[in-house]
């Protein structure tokens, strides 16, 4: 069963402006992190943010982690045509083993030109 | 960083045939790989998780015998599609890590289309 669900299933926006994608889950996790999909290809890994973090950056990206609510976001600030690709979050979930991610259904984001 | 590659990147096969995919880290050793799927505009779905020189362990649901995982090396991991029909054309995906609580490195897929 999907663990993550991201909303918007998809946005729009115009280049220059910031793209916020959300992210909930319903178990206890060691981390949650979000990946970028380009169409047909492989994901690749943007931020890992534990349990126990609240918010962290990577050049334009800012995540946030808010536990008590299950929830996570991530902000593309100040974004790109190149940033069009879909997003997906992924929660490694405590008590399991071999560290299995649980993916989202993802955000298809659209940056217009 | 480290590089996960697949081979092949997409390989159509008629109905009754097996398809081997291979999943090679080419710069690190993978002590586990991971094997999804993904329909389009869906999200991943994790198959199954190999330890290397062990057997995969397989999520529920998703049949061992038709999809046959072998990593017998740290570098190599494949995934065996056995007698293909059309409703397994998908997006297989790998990824690997190199041990517990690793970041995941994926590879760029393989897209299988069974006629």
Redesign the interface.
């Known amino acids: 069963s999907q663990q993550g669900e991201e909303d918007p299933q998809a946005l729009s926006i115009q280049e220059g402006e910031n793209a916020t994608m959300n992210c909930s889950y319903k178990t206890s996790i060691n981390n949650l992190q979000w990946y970028r999909q380009n169409s047909g290809r492989g994901l690749v890994h943007l931020i890992l943010i534990r349990s126990n973090e609240r918010e962290k950056h990577s050049g334009r990206l800012r995540v946030t982690l808010d536990t008590s609510k299950k929830s996570s976001s991530l902000l593309i600030t100040a974004s790109r045509a190149a940033d069009t690709a879909s997003y997906f979050c992924a929660t490694e979930n405590s008590g399991g083993s071999n560290y299995k991610l649980t993916f989202g259904k993802g955000t298809l984001l659209t940056v217009n030109p | 960083g480290a590089v996960?590659s697949?081979h092949p990147s997409r390989v159509i096969c008629k109905s009754g045939t097996s398809v081997k995919i291979e999943c090679r880290s080419l710069d690190f050793q993978a002590t586990?790989m991971?094997w999804?799927r993904q329909f389009p505009?869906?999200?991943?779905?994790?198959m199954a998780?190999s330890?290397e020189g062990s057997k995969a362990?397989y999520e529920q649901g998703v049949e061992k015998d038709k999809f046959l995982i072998n990593h017998a090396s740290l570098t190599l991991s494949t995934l065996t599609v056995t007698s293909a029909h059309p409703e397994d054309s998908s997006?297989y995906?790998c990824?690997a890590?190199g041990g517990?609580?690793?970041?995941?490195?994926?590879?760029?897929?393989t897209?299988l289309l069974v006629l």
Request: aromatic letters at 18%; charged letters at 15%; hydrophobic letters at 30%.
């Open positions: 996960v697949q586990t991971f999804y505009k869906q999200s991943l779905m994790l998780t330890n362990t997006f995906i990824s890590s517990a609580r690793e970041t995941q490195y994926f590879g760029p897929g897209r």
